[in-house]
């Protein structure tokens, strides 16, 4: 019986077929090659990395701005007329974008790593640009209607710059391999410099970035002010339905230390509170009084908007998805809220000596009460009894006026005027949204004795950063997460954060230079004169893991030619060899060859 043997068995490579496979569709080892990548196949490479870094950027923009979620729906719910929590798909598509993109742009790197030739698949590049021009698109989107919203990320950066800058440094760190990988397999000289420029500028940049990091939470612990008072946003929208009384004594209960409302004057001359300009989005207008669910909500009398339920779209529509963290006992309360009259949210105060802060939406034209809008309010001011010192009046309109009936009232803006001028109109307090207004002057108002109020803070990171900027109180619709801070979520002394800068970087230094002494540790060898026994050709095929095989079989038939010749030249030399049949390439050994064996033909 005949046995026949493979000429040859190739080991099954898993890894490389799952890599060569997802990229560019190449399963087989016939499709797979160690030739350079094209020129085309570099441009999508470099389109890839692009995508990527917007990807990063949007997503992480869009879940910083988790804060605003509320804000963004309210925007669309003008634009367009229903309620609906616009965040969540957003937020879903920016992840599933991010992940593809990301997971492409790691098996690309490792193409380049193991030597492979890039050669993404026809369907990830119809993928590709989709995700890049969505990006594009929501971008320019965001920069057009929702500009303001950018500011974020800086504001981000000065709660997560610090731990983001060591992470940066670690993955540079790690780029390291594949860095000096390519400049040990280059053989053009000037690739090499331009390439280990750019590479080290990036990294030094990295090591210095701190010199222009600034984040308020670095700071003494000494220098640390009181926590910023809560200011209940209409309640406590995420557990109750908004302005209604439940949603006032939800926000007592969870320890808020004032209230916010918007006033509007009905009909027939009843201050009550209501953030929109229309009935349509918090009550039942529209199956009530179905002809008139758009009108003015001070267009309705008293008598009925008291009839209204402004509780069941609360379960409803779940604008904040804590509807499901209520009990039994508090959905039917919930689901049973009326609107709620400024006097009632005034009596609430009272009792528990919180303050309030009052902005008003001026009437109609052709309301009764147009131009005593300002008397009624304020007569429901007075007649609760709540001390004149725990109102913060916030509306223009006629501010003098009220001055002269109500002069302990706190005086509050929402202009920004240096504190000069803050002080020599009168005004005791600063009413701005967060992004508007930075540490330092913050620190410059306290000094003046103005106090600042920001809105609308909902995430615990961002009371964190403004509570170590300085300010004094913030409006915002999660009470009951903020009422639970009892300190920053970080702080660190100046001194602390010196040493972990200096030490992350020593260590950097370390392992890049670690790195590419490994990289690059034959050709380091052969330069300093100690391997010059061995063939060229043998230290640039230990370099040659990512050329192509054009040149590495050419570089490896020159070494069999030059062992052979070596080997015939020790024989005839009858010089003592080692085990392997050679001693060594030497360069006098391969050209003291040629002449004997030219010599032996000779004879």
């Not at 060569?20 to 094209?38: A, F, L, N, P, V």
């Not at 879903?92 to 890039?118: E, P």
């Not at 009764?368 to 010192?389: C, E, K, M």
């Not at 950097?508 to 002494?517: A, C, E, L, N, R």
Request: glycine share 6%; with cysteine; proline share 3%.
């Amino acid at each position: 019986m005949v046995k026949h043997q493979p000429l040859q068995y190739y080991e099954p490579q898993l890894c490389l077929s799952f890599l060569t496979g997802i990229y560019g569709c190449r399963w087989k080892r016939y499709q797979r090659s160690h030739d350079s990548t094209t020129k085309w196949e570099q441009l999508w490479f470099l389109i890839l990395s692009v995508t990527f870094f917007l990807s990063v950027t949007w997503f992480y923009f869009w879940w910083e701005v988790h804060n605003d979620y509320n804000e963004f729906n309210w925007y669309m719910y003008k634009r367009k007329g229903y309620w609906s929590d616009w965040s969540v798909p957003v937020l879903a598509l920016a992840g599933a974008g991010f992940t593809y993109v990301t997971f492409l742009q790691i098996l690309a790197l490792c193409h380049i790593t193991v030597g492979q030739q890039m050669n993404l698949y026809w369907m990830h590049k119809v993928a590709l640009m989709m995700v890049l021009v969505t990006l594009l698109v929501a971008m320019a989107s965001v920069n057009q209607m929702w500009k303001e919203e950018w500011d974020i990320i800086l504001i981000s950066f000065q709660a997560t710059a610090p731990f983001l800058h060591i992470g940066a440094v670690a993955v540079v760190t790690l780029l390291a391999w594949l860095v000096a990988g390519q400049f040990a397999r280059s053989e053009r000289i000037v690739f090499q410099a331009l390439f280990l420029i750019l590479y080290v500028g990036v990294l030094l940049a990295l090591y210095l970035l701190p010199l222009v990091i600034y984040s308020p939470c670095i700071m003494n612990r000494e220098d640390l002010g009181p926590r910023p008072d809560i200011i209940g946003n209409r309640g406590a929208p995420m557990l109750a339905p908004e302005n209604t009384l439940m949603s006032f004594q939800r926000a007592v209960e969870q320890q808020a230390d004032g209230f916010f409302v918007n006033v509007t004057i009905s009909y027939d001359g009843v201050a009550f509170v209501m953030h929109d300009t229309t009935l349509r989005r918090t009550t039942n207008v529209d199956e009530v009084f179905r002809d008139r669910a758009l009108d003015n909500a001070a267009t309705f009398n008293w008598t009925d908007l008291k009839e209204l339920n402004a509780g069941r779209w609360f379960s409803q529509e779940d604008p904040f998805w804590t509807v499901r963290e209520l009990s039994d006992e508090e959905m039917e309360e919930a689901l049973n809220q009326s609107l709620c009259r400024l006097a009632d949210v005034l009596q609430l105060a009272v009792r528990r000596n919180l303050s309030v802060m009052v902005d008003l939406w001026r009437p109609p034209a052709g309301h009764p009460y147009r131009s005593t809008w300002l008397n009624v309010t304020l007569d429901a001011i007075f007649h609760s009894g709540i001390p004149q010192q725990l109102v913060k009046w916030l509306p223009g309109e006629e501010r003098w006026l009220v001055r002269q009936i109500a002069p302990r009232f706190q005086q509050v803006t929402s202009l920004k005027l240096n504190a000069t001028e803050l002080r020599s109109q009168g005004f005791a307090g600063l009413n701005l949204r967060y992004n508007r207004i930075n540490a330092d002057q913050m620190r410059d108002y306290a000094s003046r004795n103005i106090s600042t109020n920001v809105y609308l803070v909902n995430d615990p990171w961002l009371l964190s950063v403004l509570w170590c900027a300085g300010v004094q109180s913030v409006t915002s619709d999660a009470c009951q997460l903020l009422s639970k801070v009892q300190t920053p979520n970080w702080m660190m002394q100046p001194d602390e954060y010196l040493t972990l800068w200096v030490t992350s970087d020593i260590i950097s230094v370390t392992i890049v230079v670690g790195i590419f002494i490994l990289q690059n540790y034959h050709l380091i060898r052969w330069r300093l004169g100690s391997m010059r026994s061995y063939n060229p050709e043998q230290i640039m095929l230990s370099a040659a893991v990512r050329r192509s095989s054009r040149d590495v079989n050419i570089m490896k038939e020159k070494l069999i030619f030059s062992e052979i010749n070596n080997g015939l030249g020790s024989s005839d030399d009858g010089s003592l060899c080692s085990e392997s049949g050679f001693d060594g390439y030497t360069n006098d050994g391969v050209g003291g060859l040629g002449s004997r064996g030219r010599k032996n033909r000779m004879d």
